[in-house]
């Protein structure tokens, strides 16, 4: 591992005054492990976030901790960065306004010794503290920093019509009994594996912003004039996104007990709010009967500036406003699918993109299987998913000598999103299929019942995945291991 940035610095480093950012003030955490408090103002004159956050962490380790490691996802998008969002194919499209380039830079620190940022990427926040922290007890720090945001359509900058604003701050890297889980970006899936917590934000933006969140934004009195803060609070979830800006309209629907919320800014793609709304709603009802009751009490789907179809987070999921009509209805039941698989029922998606991906993209077949309305039907699914492996494995095997189809491995091991998407989404739903083929659609469905109850709000290993099919009366594991390890022929 790299050091990039070295600050020692004495007992604690400068924290400015929480009274410097609008309508901030410190609560208690909400009930689980880690929490973060969050106060943050966005001016969009320079494109920057100035933010402070409190942390509480909990040594869920074996061992003690001399040291908290938090992800600096922003880093990312700077200037000569190794590990860059995206390849030169979705370059352009990605940077509309052509180079552009942000960062996180830590203003401040209290409630450790020293800080300095690392990794390979300077992608690697470490704040050393002053006294191990024992397994089981928690340490409390502070921080202050400044995100400066690229012009760019990706998960996090100023977008061509709205500001995307995940993987904003310095998040805690996954702490299991053997220590953090340290990754680099990648062009290739997503590389963000954390754990639970509660999420305490105040916000403050322009007056005339929307803030789309999945988790109700409550006004905050006593902005400044031209601003309007707002207060989000988030328990038991793996991050926090927003999207914001002007313009925006909201559908809403209702769907067991949940709200449903559409955000769109009107002309921005080529269906219908209510039908987007509609389909929304139904593919999470869906999933709550089929795998397990939803876990949030509201779940929202922004239509924005992305690159790429859409990208999920907790009660949120990002959809590109380029989408077509005939694009819309697989995208939203793909990432509300992964409301169950990621969001709820976490697993190292950067070791084994296709435990989630796969099973995401495999769930909207599913969908798809009992509405037929939306003119695609499972078949239709699982034959598109074959005919594209198939012509991937020829190609690969014409231009590389034969082609790497091993499932688990990392997402920098790949060649491109060409490779990527027929090995975890793909070929993932092709596994799933040829599974319920072997099991029957009973014993299919109990096993994914049984992984969405025995793990949500936990990280499940493949083995653990393949253990709910175990109990559920079939022994898949000899065919999870063919596909796994490249060995099947399809």
Not at 228 to 247: K, N, P
Request: some cysteine; aromatic content about 14%; proline content about 4%.
């Amino acid at each position: 591992m790299k050091k990039i940035v070295c600050c020692l610095l004495g007992a604690a480093v400068g924290l400015s005054a929480a009274g410097g950012l609008a309508g901030c003030t410190r609560r208690p955490a909400l009930h689980g492990e880690n929490s973060y408090t969050i106060c943050a103002e966005y001016d969009p004159a320079v494109r920057k976030l100035t933010a402070e956050m409190t942390v509480v962490a909990v040594n869920t380790s074996a061992a003690p901790l001399g040291e908290l490691r938090f992800a600096l996802w922003a880093n990312a998008y700077r200037a000569g960065a190794q590990y860059p969002p995206v390849s030169e194919t979705f370059h352009r499209s990605t940077y509309y306004r052509g180079d552009s380039f942000g960062e996180i830079d830590i203003t401040g620190v209290s409630g450790a010794e020293s800080f300095s940022v690392e990794g390979e990427d300077a992608n690697i926040l470490a704040l050393r503290l002053a006294t191990p922290l024992a397994p089981g007890k928690h340490a409390e720090v502070s921080l202050s920093y400044e995100v400066e945001l690229a012009y760019v359509n990706h998960r996090l900058g100023v977008g061509a019509h709205a500001v995307n604003l995940a993987n904003f701050y310095p998040i805690l890297c996954y702490l299991d009994e053997n220590g953090y889980r340290e990754y680099v970006y990648s062009q290739n899936g997503d590389p963000f594996v954390s754990d639970l917590a509660d999420y305490d934000v105040t916000l403050t933006v322009p007056a005339e912003y929307t803030i789309c969140s999945g988790f109700a934004a409550e006004p905050v009195e006593g902005a400044a004039e031209g601003k309007q803060t707002y207060h989000v609070a988030a328990e038991g979830v793996r991050e926090i996104a927003f999207v914001l800006g002007e313009g925006f309209e909201c559908e809403v629907a209702e769907q067991d007990g949940v709200e449903i919320a559409y955000y769109y800014q009107p002309g921005a793609v080529g269906t219908p709010s209510a039908t987007a709304c509609k389909l929304a709603a139904e593919s999470l009802g869906f999933f709550s009967d089929r795998f397990s009751a939803y876990a949030y009490p509201r779940y929202a789907v922004v239509s924005t500036d992305f690159v790429y179809g859409g990208m999920e987070y907790p009660a949120l999921s990002m959809i590109s406003r380029s989408l077509t009509a005939g694009e819309l209805p697989a995208v939203i039941a793909h990432e509300t699918a992964h409301q169950w698989w990621y969001a709820m029922v976490g697993s190292d998606q950067f070791q084994n993109a296709w435990q989630d991906e796969g099973l995401a993209e495999y769930s909207a077949a599913l969908f798809f299987e009992e509405h037929p309305e939306y003119s695609t039907t499972y078949r239709d699914f699982i034959t598109a998913s074959e005919r594209s492996y198939r012509a991937y494995f020829s190609v690969y095997s014409q231009l590389h000598d034969g082609a790497d189809t091993r499932m688990n491995r990392p997402l920098t091991s790949y060649a491109g999103e060409y490779e990527y998407r027929n090995i975890a989404y793909d070929k993932g739903v092709i596994l799933f299929d040829r599974i319920r083929e072997i099991t029957g659609r009973e014993k299919f469905n109990a096993a994914l019942k049984r992984y969405a109850a025995k793990y949500s709000g936990k990280m499940a290993t493949p083995a653990e995945l393949m253990k709910c099919f175990s109990y559920a009366g079939s022994d898949v594991s000899a065919l999870f291991d063919s596909f796994l390890e490249g060995k099947c022929v399809i």
